[in-house]
């Protein structure tokens, strides 16, 4: 199974500030047609989970652009630029370029 | 618009079996995938299985000896069956579709207790 390693674990950081996640993988996301299918989600406390980026940097409709993906084959990046009061809740990067895993989660938190 | 509700018995009795039912509206299940996905209370999030478009299913390697996904077209239902359940298995249980996992249930929660 692919590993997807997410760090930090726990992110404390004021409103405005820029952050950014790193999610690494075991093995190469890069999908025999092209694609790379990582994707990040945020979930809010008592929420579902809500997809931000797929295919790597593809901002999902209605997402904010101070969202942002970048990265290829294992090392991958999720930066939020300025964070805002409602970015707060937990972070995963999946992958489903193979049978689908996700990362541990990166809970975002107010300094 | 595209919707996912689960529903179930909320209580299980351990070594019983689960049978969840994922309703959909607003896409055909001949034409996406639908996957189940679970969350352990304060935990991550772990993918279950998949019901392709055309029918065929993929599994969680640690799960398959206990999983089983299946759909009733004509209802716009995917059902999740997992039997030998045990306190590990509580959580909560979302049905989920589309690219990067766009669309998701408000989930329901199963709790594993005598």
């Known amino acids: 199974d692919v590993v997807l390693t997410q760090t930090p674990p726990t992110l404390s950081a004021t409103i405005g500030q820029s952050v950014s996640i790193s999610c690494r993988s075991s093995?190469?996301?890069?999908?025999?047609?092209?694609?790379?299918?990582l994707n990040w989600l945020l979930q809010r406390p008592g929420q579902p989970p809500q997809l931000l980026i797929y295919?790597?940097?593809r901002l999902e409709s209605g997402v904010p652009n101070r969202f942002s993906g970048s990265g290829s084959g294992t090392d991958f990046t999720l930066k939020i630029s300025g964070v805002e009061a409602e970015d707060l809740g937990v972070y995963y990067c999946v992958q489903s370029t193979h049978a689908p895993t996700f990362g541990a989660g990166t809970k975002l938190e107010l300094k | 618009q595209v919707q996912l509700k689960e529903s179930g018995p909320g209580l299980v009795q351990p070594s019983q079996t689960l049978s969840l039912t994922c309703t959909v509206s607003g896409f055909s299940l001949t034409s996406y995938n639908v996957h189940w996905v679970r969350q352990p209370p304060g935990k991550g999030l772990e993918w279950m299985g998949v019901i392709w478009s055309g029918g065929n299913t993929d599994y969680n390697s640690a799960l398959k000896p206990r999983l089983s996904i299946s759909r009733d077209t004509s209802k716009s239902q995917v059902f999740l069956t997992m039997n030998s359940l045990q306190t590990e298995d509580t959580g909560i249980y979302y049905c989920?579709?589309?690219?990067?996992?766009?669309?998701w249930g408000q989930g329901t929660l199963v709790t594993v207790s005598s």
């Open positions: 295919l790597v940097s």
């Open positions: 093995q190469s996301l890069l999908h025999s047609n092209g694609n790379t299918y």
């Open positions: 989920t579709m589309g690219i990067g996992f766009a669309y």
